[in-house]
């Protein structure tokens, strides 16, 4: 009797570790293969949870801009934006013509509630505010901030923070832009806000300002593009050893992010997001950094 109660033990205890080690089998296969994310989520198309079935709907501004995207069309694939989420979505297993664009307001996406489409790409800044109401991705690009001035402008020869002390400084309404300017260059005088760069634009030729601050990318267009006679004068100085980062807005809660998330981490580690970023963001030349 006393055999049979330890020989049926035995039976079990093999049993029990057959049935773990499978288990831990199948898990490994699955995130080697790309079907699911570390949780055990399949991230097979016809698996995912979509606003249109088979379909990758995606939202971006009214309208869009270079270098983000181009000629206000976010279809073509043309801008690093643009570029990145057809990069994405070949990724994830979508054709071309599975993207659909809706268009949307920056403050209406990162208003609270559900959202009609799968993800927004506008250069959202991922803050711990807007992580409360909406969900993000991993970051895909680190911000850096710039200053803007004509040559004759008294900001241009400055090589620190403190430089620009006694400054009138701008930037555009609800931007990082203005909030660095507000929370770490601290000008003795506010700074001046802007709906549009038209309005950024006619305040430098009126000597209303000393300089625009913008994020890099934006600095090289609109010095290459819409305000030619300005120069970059500086990167201004990273002021957090977590560095500002834009993301993909999603709705909160949204069972999508784990597969994007799989998807984007994988182009940046094969290099297809840093090839996507010299592309169109990086155009070269040697820029000072301001100093703290």
């Not at 499978?22 to 198309?45: E, F, I, K, N, P």
């Not at 990724?91 to 990162?110: H, K, L, N, P, S």
């Not at 993301?247 to 998807?263: D, H, I, T, Y």
Request: charged share 20%; hydrophobic share 40%.
């Amino acid at each position: 009797m006393k055999r049979s109660i330890i020989a049926l033990l035995i039976a079990l205890a093999l049993l029990a570790a057959a049935c773990g080690d499978s288990s831990g089998g199948d898990s490994g296969d699955q995130a080697a293969d790309g079907t699911s994310d570390g949780g055990g989520q399949s991230c097979a198309v016809a698996d995912l949870s979509l606003f249109a079935p088979g379909k990758l709907t995606v939202a971006t501004g009214e309208a869009v801009f270079p270098p983000w995207m181009m000629d206000d069309d976010p279809t073509n694939g043309q801008g690093f934006e643009s570029a990145l989420v057809y990069a994405l979505a070949d990724r994830m297993g979508f054709a071309r013509d599975d993207v659909e664009w809706v268009r949307t307001g920056f403050d209406q996406a990162i208003a609270p509630g559900s959202k009609p489409y799968d993800f927004n790409i506008q250069q959202f800044s991922i803050t711990p505010d807007r992580d409360e109401v909406v969900d993000f991705s991993i970051g895909y690009y680190k911000v850096k901030q710039a200053l803007i001035a004509y040559d004759d402008s008294p900001v241009i020869e400055a090589t620190s923070l403190s430089d620009l002390a006694d400054t009138k400084l701008g930037a555009a309404i609800g931007t990082t832009s203005l909030a660095y300017i507000e929370d770490f260059i601290k000008p003795s005088t506010p700074p001046a806000v802007y709906d549009t760069n038209a309005d950024a634009k006619a305040a430098m030729d009126a000597n209303q300002v000393d300089g625009l601050v913008f994020d890099l990318p934006t600095a090289y267009f609109i010095t290459a593009v819409e305000i030619p006679d300005a120069s970059i004068v500086g990167v201004l100085p990273a002021m957090s050893d977590n560095p500002e980062e834009l993301g993909m807005l999603f709705e909160e809660g949204s069972p999508l992010v784990p597969c994007v998330n799989e998807a984007l981490q994988s182009l940046i580690d094969d290099g297809t997001v840093a090839s996507l970023e010299e592309e169109w963001l990086n155009q070269g030349g040697d820029i000072k950094t301001l100093s703290k």
